[in-house]
């Protein structure tokens, strides 16, 4: 399991998620990091989940 990274932020730069989570791998990652957004209703906000090794898993701007 690999420790993924999901933040979201306010165009002002205030941090409105800031959580790690486990996933097998990307694909994976991807879906969990989807299925947070939607459920905390952030997906229209700009955010980005990134992987241990620095990877844009996601990313809105």
Avoid: W
Avoid at 26 to 32: G, L, P, Q, V, Y
């Amino acid at each position: 399991m690999n420790t993924y990274k999901l933040t979201v932020f306010e165009p002002t730069g205030e941090k409105l998620l800031d959580e790690a989570f486990q996933a097998i791998d990307d694909d994976e990652a991807k879906k969990i990091g989807e299925r947070l957004l939607e459920e905390k209703s952030y997906s229209e906000k700009t955010h980005r989940c990134t992987s241990p090794k620095g990877k844009l898993i996601l990313f809105h701007p």
